[in-house]
Structure formats: C-alpha cells, structure tokens
T-cell receptor, first 110, second 112 residues
Framework: QKEVEQNSGPLSVPEGAIASLNCTYS??????FFWYRQYSGKSPELIMS????GDKEDGRFTAQLNKASQYVSLLIRDSQPSDSATYLC??????????FGTGTRLTIIP | DTGVSQDPRHKITKRGQNVTFRCDPI?????LYWYRQTLGQGPEFLTY????????KSRLLSDRFSAERPKGSFSTLEIQRTEQGDSAMYLC??????????FGPGTRLTVL
C-alpha cells in the first residue's frame, strides 16, 4: 500500500517566522515529490517539486528530501499571512499518478 | 489564460441524474488526469490519459463513471445515476510526459 503521511495540524506560526511542514512516505523507491498549496475552496497549486536528495530552494520556499529516511519537508521563510493555506504533499511512487497526503493546515498569525 | 480549465465550476444535481464535466488541459501537455477530493482529504486519483489512450482507472471509479479523451485534447468525465456519496470536488490536471502536474480550478458537485 502506497501511503503519504502528513500531520493535519493546524500549525500556527507567527508572521516573519519559519514554517516547517513534514511528510513521510511508504516506498523507498519513489522518485518524484511535490508540494502543493491549497486555499480554502480552491484547487491545489504546485509550489515545489524535488527529485533528488538534499535541498531545493525557490524564493522563500525550500524543499528538503531524504530518501533513506523516506522524508520530505517544506520550509517557508519569512512567513506571510498570505501563506495561510493547506499544504499537500504528493508522491509519484513510479506508477504514473500522484498519491497525496491529507494536508497540513497552516495559519500565519500577524 | 493558458492554464487548465474546467467546466462547469459548480454543479448541483438530484440523486439519480447523470452529469458530465469537461476539462481542457494546457495545450502542449499530453497527459491528463482526473482526481476527486472530499473535505479534509487530499485528492484521490481516478484515471489518466496519455493522448487519447486511457491508461489506468482507479478502483474508486465504479461502473457509473466513464471518462473519455477522444482526440487527445479535452476530456470529459461522466457520472451516471449520481449518488449522494459522489458529492466532491472533481479536479483535472495535466502534465507533459508525467512530470509536474498542474491542476484546473475544479468542478464542485453537489448531489441532493
């Protein structure tokens, strides 16, 4: 069974601080990992993809992948109120489709 | 706008009626996916196409569900004899060769 686990939150972070979101997955052979942001009532928006071990930075966002530990994380620096959303971790287990976690609800406190 | 589009955005129907949704992918994308999302859950895979070929269907996709992509461009998802349990957000996504998937705005279905 291919599974993606996330802490559902809610996670509350003060404005300007670093938000850290975590995700674990069940298959060590997985190759592709994605973070999506979803505002209430809207569809998921791709914000980061990562394919190899290590860190990948894009603006205020950093994705971190550790395949040995089957762990992927998303860091949001200088958190803004507009970052308040549900963050979905998605994994392609090599079967041509995405398996999503249930998402972590993030609230940035002004 | 060159993103994924879906129509309608909202659909309210009575139990037992048939509904059809349309998805137009990003023009250069050859793969098209359908997902379903219920409140508090992540999207769940339903089916996907590479060009006009439907390559996989989830066990979630009962016989009442059918999807087509006749010319390898837009796709339709039909639900026959709708049930209250079909109420959800139906999401379409597209990608080039299975890389990053980009979602459309979704169609929210309410079955009364």
């Amino acid at each position: 069974q291919k599974e993606v686990e996330q802490n559902s939150g809610p996670l509350s972070v003060p404005e300007g601080a670093i938000a850290s979101l975590n995700c674990t997955y069940s298959d060590r052979g997985s190759q592709s990992f994605f973070w999506y942001r979803q505002y209430s009532g809207k569809s998921p928006e791709l914000i980061m993809s990562i394919y190899s071990n290590g860190d990948k930075e894009d603006g205020r966002f950093t994705a971190q992948l550790n395949k040995a530990s089957q762990y992927v994380s998303l860091l949001i620096r200088d958190s803004q109120p507009s970052d308040s959303a549900t963050y979905l971790c998605a994994v392609d287990f090599g079967n041509e489709k995405l398996t999503f976690g249930t998402g972590t609800r993030l609230t940035i406190i002004p | 706008d060159t993103g994924v589009s879906q129509d309608p955005r909202h659909k309210i129907t009575k139990r037992g009626q048939n509904v059809t949704f349309r998805c137009d992918p990003i023009s250069e994308h050859n793969r098209l996916y359908w997902y379903r999302q219920t409140l508090g859950q992540g999207p769940e895979f339903l089916t996907y196409f590479q060009n006009e070929a439907q390559l996989e269907k989830s066990r979630l996709l009962s016989d009442r569900f059918s999807a087509e992509r006749p010319k390898g461009s837009f796709s339709t998802l039909e639900i026959q004899r709708t049930e209250q349990g079909d109420s959800a957000m139906y999401l379409c996504a597209s990608s080039y060769q299975g890389y990053e998937q980009f979602f459309g705005p979704g169609t929210r279905l309410t079955v009364l």
